[in-house]
Nanobody, 112 residues
Framework: QVQLVESGGGLVQPGGSLTLACVAS????????MSWYRQAPGKERELVAV????????YYADSVKGRFTISRDNAKNTMYLQMNSLKSEDTAVYYC?????WGQGTQVTVSS
């Protein structure tokens, strides 16, 4: 069965950085496009970034463009989200998605 496990969330000050990881199993990771989503309290889940199978093509929401970088390591069945210049509005639960499945989410809190 599809399993996606996120890690790397935490509390960080505005302007700081975090790197999230998503380890996948149960499906053909290297043949699957992968995505990061986030959901802030009281808001709908929103798409943050997408990466194609070999990492040659990416998409970013306007709100994170230039600050976040999505990447993947197909040898490790792992996707990453490097988040720089974090803002308070980036506070949310971050989810990875792929293989028709979802991870359990990891909390990112940006606060001084």
């Amino acid at each position: 069965q599809v399993q996606l496990v996120e890690s790397g969330g935490g509390l960080v000050q505005p302007g700081g950085s975090l790197t999230l990881a998503c380890v996948a199993s149960g499906f053909a990771f290297s043949s699957s496009g992968m995505s990061w989503y986030r959901q802030a309290p009281g808001k709908e889940r929103e798409l943050v970034a997408v990466i194609n199978t070999f990492g040659h093509s990416t998409y970013y929401a306007d709100s994170v463009k230039g600050r976040f970088t999505i990447s993947r390591d197909n040898a490790k069945n792992t996707m990453y989200l490097q988040m720089n210049s974090l803002k308070s509005e980036d506070t949310a639960v971050y989810y990875c998605s792929g293989g028709n499945g979802w991870g359990q989410g990891t909390q990112v809190t940006v606060s001084s």
